[in-house]
């Protein structure tokens, strides 16, 4: 593998535990992830047709044919629902549960200062310049580690339309390679600090 970046600077102490953590994978949550992620798009695909049918059965007037127009009306509003669920609220739980692990993580010896979330909010790499540290949380394996700089023997970032995937090569024997899909508006901010970090 070609590594764009190579990082360097002094090993900091760390004791077996703060380095990493780990736990077994929950295999129910990660199917959850799963079919949540293969679900958006199907959704996205049918909502033009809700939104056109509520339009024709209101345009006809619902009062016209109340019996197909009440189950039309119910069915939308269930679509919606599950659209709020799906885009927002899982969303935004996910999105918790990641920043409470960041925080978790919170030290003396770790300040976190810049992150990349991953696209569904079930990975984050956290940098700490100051004390030349690296966090990366795992939600779907149920692991997190603190790594050195001198841990990192590389990076790569591969961009592909509105998002990049950032790949890290590691001594870690947990996680000898890291991986998130982050979007462009996030690499405009982590990427600089990836430069500064040579």
Same mark, same amino acid.
């Given at each position: +593998? ?6 360097? $600077? ?6 077996? #535990? #703060? ?26 695909? @049918? ?13 006809? $007037? ?55 979330? @991953? ?14 540290? +690296?966090?990366?949380?795992? +939600? ?16 790569? +970032? ?37 430069? @500064?970090?040579?």
């Amino acid at each position: +593998m070609n590594w764009e970046q190579q990082l360097s $600077g002094a090993r900091l102490d760390a004791t077996p #535990s #703060s380095r990493h953590r780990t736990k077994r994978a929950s295999k129910g949550a990660n199917v959850i992830i799963l079919l949540w992620a293969i679900f958006r798009p199907f959704y996205l695909f @049918g909502l033009p047709f809700v939104v056109i049918l509520l339009w024709f059965t209101i345009a006809n $007037g619902i009062s016209q044919d109340i019996e197909f127009a009440l189950p039309v009306i119910l069915f939308t509003l269930m679509y919606f629902a599950v659209g709020y669920a799906c885009f927002i609220s899982f969303p935004n739980r996910l999105r918790s549960k990641l920043t409470a692990r960041i925080q978790a993580n919170k030290s003396r010896t770790f300040n976190p200062l810049v992150e990349a979330t @991953g696209y569904l909010s079930n990975r984050a790499v956290v940098l700490d310049p100051k004390n030349r540290k +690296m966090l990366y949380v795992d +939600m779907l394996a149920k692991t997190e580690e603190i790594l050195d700089y001198d841990d990192i023997q590389g990076w790569q +970032m591969l961009s592909r339309g509105d998002s990049t995937s950032l790949t890290f090569a590691t001594d870690s024997p947990t996680n000898p390679t890291i991986g998130i899909k982050i979007s462009t508006s996030q690499l405009n901010i982590f990427g600089a600090w990836l430069q @500064g970090l040579k």
